[in-house]
């Protein structure tokens, strides 16, 4: 298996724009979760999906932030408008339900730079 | 507010010393701690995990020690090798499969 594949791996993009970060889970896999890294709060959780179905966004920071998962093979993090307090690594993970307490499977992130 | 923290950004250590890095939380409804791995421009991996039912698991060079009565979980790294060098994430889990990280520590290993 390829693991989780996050793309792009980077993004610049102008502040305003509309930003799409994309995520294919591993084949199985029952759950998917995106999370945001910055210094200051480490790795946080955004939101995370139990069979295509959202489960909990609590962690999504505003109106701004919007995530979808069609099917169960392919997921989106979408940023509109984006601002610069906005760039980060956005990772995706997932993992089997008897898997949890084992750990996810994360992606390599995709760095987002909003200038 | 952070559930999870580390209060360490960084920890340097000399090779083949111990690495003791330090974790505290604040919901005493966690019930499963993990340890991540994440070198620079890769996702985080898993590295070791410990239930609240045991106050230490042991894994080769690593050992997660768990108490619970001053929610803190360490993690033991002997003896540390220069490949180690990486940013180590603390998390836990409630039982709902979300787990809550903290910031982050570095550690650097020197030859």
């Known amino acids: 298996d390829a693991g989780v594949i996050q793309s792009p791996r980077h993004e610049v993009t102008e502040m305003g724009q509309e930003v799409t970060l994309r995520c294919k889970p591993i084949?199985?896999?029952?759950?998917l979760f995106w999370y945001r890294q910055t210094m200051m709060r480490g790795l946080e959780l955004l939101i995370y999906?139990?069979?295509?179905?959202?489960?909990?966004d609590s962690g999504m920071p505003e109106d701004r932030f919007s995530a979808k998962m069609p099917n169960a093979s392919f997921s989106t993090l979408k940023i509109q408008p984006s601002e610069p307090r906005d760039s980060a690594v956005y990772f995706c993970?997932?993992?089997?339900?008897?898997?949890?307490?084992?750990?996810?499977?994360f992606g390599s992130g995709t760095r987002l730079t909003v200038v | 507010d952070q559930q999870v923290k580390q209060n360490s950004p960084s920890l340097s250590v000399q090779e083949g010393r111990i690495s003791i890095l330090n974790c505290d939380y604040t919901n005493s409804m966690f019930d499963y701690f993990l340890w991540y791995k994440k070198y620079p421009a890769e996702g985080p991996t898993f590295l070791i995990s410990?239930?609240?039912?045991?106050d230490k698991n042991e894994d080769g060079r690593f050992t997660v020690f768990l108490n619970k009565s001053a929610k803190h979980l360490s993690l033991h790294i002997v003896p540390s090798q220069p490949g180690d060098s990486a940013v180590y994430f603390c998390?836990?889990?409630?039982?709902?499969?979300?787990?809550?990280f903290g910031q982050g520590t570095t550690l650097q290993v020197k030859p």
């Open positions: 084949s199985g896999h029952d759950y």
């Open positions: 998390a836990a889990s409630a039982g709902t499969g979300k787990l809550i």
């Open positions: 410990i239930s609240s039912i045991k």
């Open positions: 993970a997932s993992s089997l339900a008897t898997g949890l307490n084992y750990g996810y499977t």
């Open positions: 999906f139990n069979n295509n179905v959202p489960i909990d």
